[in-house]
């Protein structure tokens, strides 16, 4: 009896002799084909989770700085403001003062008058000089002094004299300054000046960037939109944690169930959840079909799937990773000890292959299969769907309650 098999070294038996090889074979995996949907979460995939929090730590240190820089503002202030009874004080000794200028400035210049006329009787100009000059004197002088007077009212009716806010007060400005100019909002609220003046315009031109960054992000994702295998190697299908769909006791599950368990086809092995049900490989293959499952196979078992598939529907419905695994095995023609069939068929196998022809007829059998073999190409320009803004309406709809 002539037959072919896929012969392995678990495989090979003194009992019986294997042809020439017709063809080397190797593992590899597959699963549904990804494609450009709606995404409810397309919002927030401009950055990456781990950037996202460091935005949120950042706000939440914003705004916990602002509070603290708000109350010891405010309680400097309260410490340094004068009390009532000083201010009435110092209120009465300015307007003594000032009377009491007044009136000397008006008995000298009535003085100065009366001796101003004397020495006019007498003819003596100079006097009467002298008694201007200081006059003068005295006037700019009680000017500056009210100059200075008023800039000092000034300073203190907008920092001494501002009225204290209760620490829920401060915490909701804080808030409101950090959060609206992280989403770029107006708001009615002025800060302090000082420190707080100077934190809030820094957290502003933070906010600027990210914001411009975001929004850039996003129009180059909904304009040049990528798409991404869920894996392309062992390691990474592993990672995924997706279910995989394997032929029970074929090689890839034999290898599986005897490696280390900490090795990366032992991690593979704890992916295969058919271990324990009906080896059915149609259900198998139609639930890969469908998506809910990885299959894992000999690959040229699964271009054969992927090729009679889109001969019947045109779609390409299914990606298969790049990378294989598993050391590779050779598809033979086996023959009892002693066969002659076995001289004839290596020579007829043998010039196959120099010619080439096995290769010309492997690739015709799997020609519909090539196309879904080629790079997944994503159209520009997709239209909007109703989905891409329900993380969006969700997130106002919140806000305005």
Same mark, same amino acid.
């Given at each position: 009896?002539?037959?072919?098999?896929q012969?392995?070294?678990?495989?090979?038996?003194?009992?019986?002799?294997?042809?020439?090889?017709i063809? !080397?074979e190797?593992?590899s995996?597959g699963?549904?084909?990804? $494609?450009?949907?709606?995404?409810i979460?397309?919002?927030?995939?401009?950055f990456t989770?781990w950037?996202?929090?460091?935005?949120?730590?950042?706000?939440v240190g914003v705004i916990v700085?602002?509070?603290?820089?708000?109350?010891?503002?405010?309680?400097?202030?309260?410490?340094?403001?004068?009390?009532?009874?000083?201010?009435?004080?110092? #209120?009465?000794?300015?307007?003594a003062t000032t009377?009491?200028?007044?009136?000397?400035t008006?008995?000298?210049t009535a003085?100065s008058h009366f001796?101003?006329?004397?020495?006019?009787?007498? =003819?003596?100009?100079?006097? %009467?000089?002298?008694?201007?000059?200081g006059?003068?004197?005295i006037r700019k002088k009680?000017?500056?002094?009210?100059?200075?007077?008023?800039?000092r009212n000034e300073?203190?009716?907008?920092d001494?004299f501002e009225?204290?806010?209760?620490?829920i007060?401060?915490? %909701?400005?804080?808030?409101?300054?950090?959060v609206?100019g992280?989403?770029?909002? $107006?708001v009615s609220?002025q800060?302090p000046r000082?420190?707080v003046?100077v934190?809030?315009g820094?957290w502003?031109?933070?906010?600027?960037i990210?914001?411009?960054?975001?929004?850039?992000?996003?129009? #180059?994702?909904? !304009?040049l939109?990528?798409?991404s295998?869920?894996?392309?190697?062992?390691?990474e299908?592993?990672?995924?944690?997706?279910?995989?769909w394997v032929?029970l006791?074929?090689l890839l599950?034999? #290898?599986?169930y005897?490696?280390?368990?900490?090795?990366?086809?032992?991690?593979?092995?704890?992916? !295969?959840?058919?271990a324990d049900?009906?080896?059915n490989?149609?259900?198998g293959?139609i639930d890969?079909?469908a998506g809910?499952?990885?299959?894992s $196979?000999p %690959?040229?078992?699964?271009?054969?799937?992927?090729?009679a598939?889109?001969s019947?529907s045109?779609i390409?419905?299914?990606f298969i990773?790049?990378?294989t695994f598993?050391?590779?095995?050779a598809?033979v023609f !086996?023959?009892?000890?002693?066969?002659?069939l076995? #001289?004839?068929?290596?020579?007829?196998?043998?010039?196959?292959?120099?010619?080439?022809?096995?290769?010309?007829l492997?690739?015709? $059998?799997l020609?519909?299969?090539?196309?879904?073999?080629?790079?997944?190409?994503?159209k520009? =320009?997709r239209a909007?769907?109703?989905?891409?803004?329900?993380?969006v309406?969700s997130i106002y709809?919140?806000?305005?309650?």
């Amino acid at each position: 009896m002539t037959m072919p098999v896929q012969l392995s070294v678990e495989r090979l038996d003194k009992s019986f002799e294997v042809s020439r090889y017709i063809f !080397i074979e190797e593992h590899s995996a597959g699963y549904s084909r990804p $494609a450009v949907t709606s995404d409810i979460t397309g919002f927030i995939k401009p950055f990456t989770p781990w950037v996202w929090l460091l935005v949120l730590v950042t706000v939440v240190g914003v705004i916990v700085s602002l509070l603290l820089l708000s109350v010891a503002r405010q309680s400097l202030i309260l410490y340094h403001r004068p009390n009532s009874s000083q201010n009435h004080l110092s #209120a009465t000794t300015t307007t003594a003062t000032t009377t009491a200028t007044a009136t000397t400035t008006g008995q000298f210049t009535a003085a100065s008058h009366f001796s101003s006329d004397n020495v006019w009787l007498e =003819g003596n100009e100079n006097i %009467r000089k002298k008694n201007d000059e200081g006059n003068e004197n005295i006037r700019k002088k009680n000017e500056e002094r009210n100059e200075d007077m008023s800039k000092r009212n000034e300073a203190m009716n907008e920092d001494q004299f501002e009225h204290p806010l209760p620490l829920i007060l401060i915490t %909701r400005d804080a808030v409101m300054w950090t959060v609206s100019g992280f989403l770029q909002q $107006a708001v009615s609220l002025q800060p302090p000046r000082g420190v707080v003046k100077v934190m809030t315009g820094l957290w502003l031109l933070l906010s600027l960037i990210l914001a411009t960054v975001y929004r850039g992000n996003l129009k #180059a994702m909904l !304009i040049l939109p990528s798409i991404s295998l869920p894996f392309n190697t062992l390691e990474e299908l592993v990672s995924s944690g997706l279910p995989v769909w394997v032929p029970l006791d074929s090689l890839l599950h034999i #290898a599986a169930y005897h490696a280390e368990v900490n090795s990366t086809l032992g991690r593979f092995n704890r992916s !295969i959840f058919n271990a324990d049900r009906p080896n059915n490989v149609t259900w198998g293959i139609i639930d890969y079909i469908a998506g809910k499952h990885v299959l894992s $196979a000999p %690959r040229s078992a699964m271009l054969h799937v992927t090729h009679a598939y889109y001969s019947k529907s045109g779609i390409c419905t299914n990606f298969i990773m790049k990378e294989t695994f598993l050391s590779p095995f050779a598809g033979v023609f !086996i023959y009892p000890k002693g066969s002659p069939l076995k #001289a004839k068929l290596d020579f007829i196998i043998q010039g196959l292959q120099e010619f080439g022809i096995l290769d010309y007829l492997y690739n015709k $059998a799997l020609s519909n299969a090539t196309e879904c073999l080629k790079p997944i190409k994503v159209k520009s =320009g997709r239209a909007l769907d109703v989905g891409d803004f329900y993380g969006v309406f969700s997130i106002y709809a919140g806000g305005r309650n």
